[in-house]
């Protein structure tokens, strides 16, 4: 097997991600939990001789918990862990066991739903604190071998999952930490293990103390305690992350560049020789990696000492390539070197990572570890792959099941709306269907929907106005037909609003207006306050907030369109302007509808190519500010008053009120208290 060494950046992987403030908080929560930073004691838990198979003399065991040492009762151990297979070797029933276990895998999902089951090897663990105690060793299915040391102590009165355990095997339990508040005498646990903040009890010299206290204590104590000339605790620092193993046992991927020499041993290929192509006539008519068995492929000469060699023919894991494209993307016409430094440094990080959730931990960890690798080679010249990350959702659907279960697509599903709710039925025969809950689009749950259909019935617009409307392009979209005729609509009403201000601004003149009225000026400060809205929002990827603006500024434009009167020069100025800038601004969420608006108001070439307008921030300063007014603390009203008014003015606004003068009854006004931009309050 062949593995990358990721971590030797283990810690280094985890303190950047407080650094990456434009990735989501999810994403980088679950790469922390990959990673899986602790800090405990390495136990050193000497073993019964009279109990333990030859030359096995301790069971080392690495816990973020020493200061529960006294409510052990069990020790557990992975099926892999070389004492298992000692004392496997000397009895059947245990190999048995330990074979059956295996058939599960090692998946942290499988392992954390499947049913805790042990076996007792009979192995007996001396405690580190009294040698007169005896603790069973068990083979368990819910130890990896991967994770510490392979092995645990069980505390079950504060462990779940060691409760399941005990209560399994009728081993007990004793609680060691007492809530505060709880009489300790009294305190037991059934089937709920105890994982929060106490006072330790059962303890012996460790009653009393706080959780931390004791942790430290017992540290101290193990740590100046030698067997031998180690002593029997260490405190350490432990990380989940395992090494990166990229070996693959099929044709299907870069081989991995290494010749096997019976001289020489292992021998890289040399540059030259690179990239190690696979063979065009590889095979698959018998079970195994195709390239072990291809005739000539593998048998080369060693680059050393020029005999008889093999390559290695484990290709790599597909993850590799995902994991630096982006690097050699910066400059792939470069035929000596994977990367050309002056423009990959000049280039990277990559500003806007958009990609599926799915991704967070794998793909985006070894992206990280490897633009570290290509630092450390001179490849690169920075830390972090990505500079953004921003993770979108799916496309979800209900589902429809016929009475045996059996799915069906929701282009076969009528659905009617009445007294009793929403009914569902087989549209060619009527059969009563039951809905089903929402779901990723899947072809087994059959709950997609066919692109082609929605773009020969909508337009592909709609589509997409329909997805990026519907919600935050982060989070699931529920697809609705009744929705997507919402925005089919919508999409109709902008190519008659667009038709309609090419009527209304034909009267405007080609020059900018030295000045504009009251209705021009409004209509401006409406169209640049949506451009600065949706500009942001663009930015932001809030593209749900920008349609949203987009709709306001369709509503308000409208109203001005929809005057009896034809415009005065200045507004029909201001209304080209307008719709020159709503094209634009749905431009990016509608391309086709957008192109054909464009021609219509007249403009050379294509929108998509039209530089993004400009926004004129003095429309964006308002002249008026909305203040709510309260009497005693209780809302009473609103008052309008110019944005630059002193406090005297508010104050005059704000009483003569007849709201507030009601509230007041005559009452003599105490203080008014005014929170600028935002409230006033009257006490009287």
């Not at 204590?217 to 260490?234: C, I």
């Not at 959730?357 to 010249?381: N, Q």
């Not at 500079?387 to 016929?402: D, S």
């Not at 409307?469 to 902008?494: N, T």
Request: net charge negative; charged share 25%; with cysteine.
């Amino acid at each position: 097997q062949w593995v990358f060494k990721i971590t030797k950046y283990s810690q280094e992987l985890l303190s950047a991600l407080d650094g990456l403030d434009r990735w989501p908080d999810k994403v980088r929560l679950m790469q922390r939990n990959w990673i899986g930073r602790s800090e405990g004691l390495l136990i050193r838990f000497a073993l019964d001789p009279a109990t333990t198979p030859a030359g096995e003399n301790e069971l080392k065991i690495f816990t973020t918990r020493p200061d529960t040492l006294f409510g052990a009762k069990f020790m557990a151990i992975s099926a892999d862990h070389p004492l298992a297979q000692a004392a496997a070797a000397k009895n059947p029933d245990l190999a048995e066991f330990i074979a059956e276990i295996k058939k599960i895998g090692t998946a942290q999902e499988i392992i954390d739903t499947a049913e805790k089951q042990g076996f007792d090897t009979g192995i007996r663990a001396v405690h580190p604190f009294d040698p007169s105690w005896k603790l069973p060793v068990y083979v368990a299915n819910f130890v990896l071998m991967e994770y510490g040391t392979g092995a645990i102590f069980g505390c079950p009165a504060h462990d779940q999952r060691d409760l399941d355990f005990v209560n399994k095997y009728a081993l007990g339990n004793t609680p060691v930490v007492c809530p505060e508040g709880q009489d300790p005498k009294s305190f037991v646990i059934t089937d709920t293990a105890y994982d929060g903040d106490g006072r330790m009890i059962n303890s012996r010299f460790l009653d009393g103390m706080t959780i931390e206290q004791a942790k430290d204590e017992v540290a101290k104590r193990l740590e100046s305690e030698l067997r031998g000339n180690a002593p029997v605790g260490e405190r350490q620092v432990n990380f989940r992350l395992r090494d990166w193993g990229i070996s693959r046992q099929r044709y299907w991927g870069c081989p991995i560049p290494v010749i096997h020499c019976p001289k020489c041993d292992v021998v890289p290929v040399p540059d030259a020789d690179l990239p190690v192509k696979l063979p065009d006539d590889a095979t698959f008519d018998r079970p195994g990696n195709a390239l072990d068995h291809h005739p000539t492929w593998k048998h080369v000469t060693c680059p050393k000492c020029g005999g008889q060699a093999q390559r290695e023919t484990d290709t790599m894991d597909t993850f590799v390539d995902s994991s630096w494209y982006f690097a050699r993307f910066t400059d792939p016409w470069n035929e000596n070197a994977p990367t050309t430094p002056a423009v990959v440094n000049r280039m990277m990080p990559v500003d806007q990572y958009i990609g599926g959730v799915e991704h967070a931990i794998l793909h985006l960890l070894y992206s990280r570890f490897f633009v570290r690798a290509m630092k450390a080679t001179g490849h690169i010249a920075m830390d972090e792959p990505f500079a953004g990350m921003f993770t979108q959702g799916m496309v979800v659907h209900e589902t429809y099941q016929t009475a045996d279960g059996t799915y069906v697509q929701p282009a076969e599903v009528k659905i009617e709306v009445g007294g009793n709710g929403r009914r569902a039925t087989l549209l060619t025969s009527g059969e009563d269907i039951q809905i089903g809950p929402i779901e990723k689009m899947s072809k087994s749950k059959k709950n997609t929907v066919d692109p082609d259909d929605i773009i020969e019935t909508y337009g592909a617009d709609v589509a997409r106005w329909f997805m990026l409307s519907d919600s935050p392009p982060d989070r699931d979209v529920i697809w609705s037909d009744e929705r997507v005729q919402g925005a089919s609509r919508f999409v109709q009403r902008l190519w008659r609003l667009v038709n309609d201000s090419v009527e209304l601004g034909k009267g405007a003149p080609t020059a900018r207006p030295a000045s504009f009225g009251p209705d021009a000026t409004a209509l401006r400060k409406v169209a640049h306050g949506a451009l600065d809205k949706v500009t942001t929002g663009i930015e932001r990827l809030h593209f749900n907030v920008c349609l949203a603006h987009i709709r306001e500024f369709t509503n308000s434009f409208s109203e001005v369109l929809q005057r009896p009167v034809q415009p005065a020069p200045d507004l029909a100025w201001a209304i080209r302007e307008a719709s020159q800038i709503l094209v634009q601004l749905f431009s990016p969420m509608m391309p086709h509808l957008a192109e054909e608006c464009w021609q219509v108001l007249g403009q050379k070439g294509l929108v998509s190519e039209a530089n993004w307008p400009q926004i004129e921030r003095d429309l964006l300063v308002e002249d008026s500010v909305t203040l709510v007014v309260q009497v005693n603390g209780k809302k009473r009203g609103e008052v309008t008053v110019a944005t630059a008014a002193q406090n005297p003015e508010i104050e005059a606004a704000v009483l003569a009120l007849d709201a507030v003068k009601l509230a007041l009854d005559g009452k003599p006004v105490r203080k008014v208290i005014i929170v600028p931009k935002r409230i006033v309050n009257v006490v009287g």
